[in-house]
């Protein structure tokens, strides 16, 4: 028996059912009950809330949302060896526990919540980590289908999820969570909780979605940085020739022209994708 359940030990669930990690699915596999149950009140109270989790895997995390009282886990895994272990846990927890066979960057996360509050707690699976988190982040509809984001990413990329102008992190990813969550890293994991081991410590990341963040399109501001940050060590009036007349749109929007990718805030890169729109208007 376990610290928070009836059901079988982790280990005893992975040996059960042949479920050694595989590295080609970035799986790192979480057994410490406690401190799953860490990771599911990190996403706030669940009560009468749907959770999205990604990458169940053997299911410590989900066993953990439920015993924290999520009215309703959604786990997206696209490992069929792990099927069997998650549903002797929707077996344990008969109602509450929905299990889809898939890619998670296929799936259509907001028609399976539907309506109410709904949130996403997961530890990602390192190789979909950030292209999940820019699809979360960057959606065209806003405010978006879920309250909070609670995710476990390596720490080098939590770092650059909550980096502000100035800071050696800063980028790309930054600036798009920066735009539209508020942003913190709640607490370091290190290595020797998971089987197997990673190579780096882990950071659980607490992004809230902002309910009026500044108006942007999208698309352009993801040019920018993208261009901006591509050359990042260069001036901006060089980095942005990429995107037409660079002396043109830094003055439209208000950017000294000497200035580095690093050096601008948020509101810059806003004003900047503004201005890049408007010159494709």
């Given at each position: 028996?376990?610290?928070?359940?009836?059901?079988?030990?982790?280990?005893?669930?992975?040996?059960?059912?042949?479920?050694?990690?595989?590295?080609?699915?970035?799986?790192n596999?979480l057994l410490?009950?406690?401190?799953t149950a860490?990771i599911?009140?990190t996403?706030g109270?669940?009560?009468?809330?749907?959770v999205?989790?990604v990458?169940?895997?053997p299911?410590g995390?989900?066993?953990?949302?439920?015993?924290?009282g999520?009215?309703?886990?959604?786990?997206?895994?696209?490992?069929?060896?792990?099927l069997g272990a998650?549903?002797?846990?929707?077996?344990?927890?008969p109602?509450r526990?929905d299990?889809i066979?898939?890619?998670?960057?296929?799936?259509?996360?907001a028609?399976?919540?539907?309506?109410?509050?709904?949130r996403?707690?997961?530890?990602?699976?390192?190789?979909?980590?950030?292209?999940?988190l820019?699809?979360?982040?960057?959606s065209?509809?806003w405010p978006?289908?879920?309250d909070?984001?609670t995710?476990m990413?390596?720490?080098?990329?939590?770092?650059?999820?909550v980096a502000?102008a100035?800071?050696?992190?800063?980028?790309?990813?930054?600036?798009?969570?920066?735009?539209?969550?508020?942003?913190?890293i709640?607490f370091?994991?290190?290595?020797?909780?998971f089987t197997?081991?990673?190579?780096?410590?882990?950071?659980?990341v607490?992004l809230?979605?902002?309910?009026t963040?500044?108006p942007?399109?999208i698309r352009?501001l993801?040019?920018?940085?993208?261009?901006?940050?591509?050359?990042?060590r260069?001036?901006l009036?060089q980095?942005?020739?990429s995107l037409g007349?660079?002396?043109?749109?830094l003055?439209a929007a208000?950017?000294e022209?000497?200035?580095?990718?690093?050096?601008?805030?948020?509101?810059?890169?806003?004003?900047l994708a503004?201005a890049?729109e408007?010159?494709?208007g």
């Amino acid at each position: 028996m376990s610290a928070i359940d009836d059901l079988p030990p982790l280990r005893d669930v992975i040996a059960r059912h042949d479920l050694a990690a595989k590295k080609s699915l970035g799986q790192n596999f979480l057994l410490d009950l406690n401190l799953t149950a860490r990771i599911a009140r990190t996403g706030g109270r669940l009560e009468g809330v749907t959770v999205v989790e990604v990458g169940p895997g053997p299911g410590g995390l989900t066993r953990s949302l439920l015993a924290e009282g999520a009215k309703r886990v959604i786990a997206i895994e696209k490992d069929t060896r792990a099927l069997g272990a998650l549903a002797e846990i929707a077996a344990r927890y008969p109602g509450r526990l929905d299990v889809i066979s898939g890619d998670a960057l296929e799936v259509d996360m907001a028609a399976l919540v539907g309506d109410g509050p709904a949130r996403v707690v997961a530890n990602l699976p390192y190789n979909v980590a950030t292209p999940l988190l820019i699809g979360w982040v960057a959606s065209d509809r806003w405010p978006p289908w879920w309250d909070g984001l609670t995710l476990m990413f390596q720490r080098e990329v939590a770092e650059r999820i909550v980096a502000q102008a100035g800071d050696d992190a800063y980028g790309r990813l930054g600036v798009l969570c920066g735009w539209r969550c508020e942003a913190r890293i709640a607490f370091d994991v290190g290595p020797q909780a998971f089987t197997p081991p990673p190579k780096v410590t882990s950071s659980v990341v607490r992004l809230t979605p902002r309910e009026t963040p500044l108006p942007c399109p999208i698309r352009a501001l993801e040019a920018v940085t993208q261009a901006a940050f591509g050359q990042r060590r260069k001036m901006l009036r060089q980095s942005l020739k990429s995107l037409g007349d660079a002396a043109a749109l830094l003055a439209a929007a208000g950017v000294e022209p000497t200035r580095r990718a690093e050096e601008i805030p948020v509101e810059g890169f806003v004003a900047l994708a503004r201005a890049f729109e408007a010159t494709r208007g």
